[in-house]
């Protein structure tokens, strides 16, 4: 379902919506699990930010999205937000072509979440007129690389190693 602006999804057991201020809990928590490998920028910094507040500010600032921007995943049995998924103009690819972002708990991983919430975003834009998506992932990201795998993406020669982090890859998906 969606109106102006509003993109919402439902697959069997997820529920694909907006970000609310109240899910700025679960944002924190993602950042407080990333992988050491991951850069500085997207880790807590030295002083504990972003904070629950620093989150809170940004969903509230946020302009409307040029695509489905990042959906909060929602469990549809009891509420429970677990990460996002979505497209985002990252303006790193090409015009026109957004990029797929997921990230979820780990205490979620190994349930098909993931899969599911990408196959609906796909679904979503396939619908919505997109010829193309992409992605990124860290070459050490091997789950996130099945899930892209899974379902058709493809990795291009295009590459960029980050000294100490790993080389992020980039994949495509024809719609």
Known sequence: MRGPGVVRLETERLLLRPQRVEDATVLRELWTERDPR???HRRLDAQGRPTVADLEDAI???PAPVTTGLLAVELKVDGDVIGYCGLVDSGRGTTGEPELAFELLRRTWGNGYATEAVDAVIDWARSSGHQRLWATVW???TASR???AKLGFTETDRRET???HGTTLWTTKAL
Do not use: C, E, S, Y
């Open 139 to 141: 070459n050490w990201n």
């Open 60 to 62: 509230r600032t946020d």
């Open 162 to 164: 980050v000294p100490g």
């Open 38 to 40: 991951v850069p500085a």
């Open 146 to 148: 099945r899930v892209l």
